[in-house]
C-alpha cells in the first residue's frame, strides 16, 4: 500500500510503500500532533515524522488494483 504524507512548511511530500494495513497506518499516526511517528517501508527503511509537523496523509487502496481483462 502506499502512504503518501504532507510535512508542515515543506514543498515536498513523503511517499512510503508499505505492507501495512490501513488500519495499523493510521493508528500508527494516530497520535502524530502529539508524539513522533516512524514508519517502516517494504524494505526495511525507517521514516521518522516529528510531533506536531504532519500536514495531510494519503493512504492508497487496501487491495491491489487488477490488471488486464479477466473477470
Excluded at 38 to 53: C, N, Q
Amino acid at each position: 500500500m502506499q502512504v503518501t504524507i504532507g510535512i508542515k512548511h515543506s514543498p515536498r511530500e513523503l511517499t512510503v510503500e508499505t505492507s501495512a494495513s490501513q488500519a495499523e497506518v493510521l493508528a500508527a499516526l494516530a497520535g502524530a500532533s502529539a508524539q513522533d511517528v516512524t514508519l517502516t517501508d517494504d524494505k526495511g527503511s525507517k521514516v521518522f515524522i516529528p510531533a506536531g509537523s504532519l500536514a495531510y496523509v494519503e493512504i492508497g487502496e487496501a487491495t491491489p488494483r487488477r490488471v488486464g481483462f479477466g473477470i
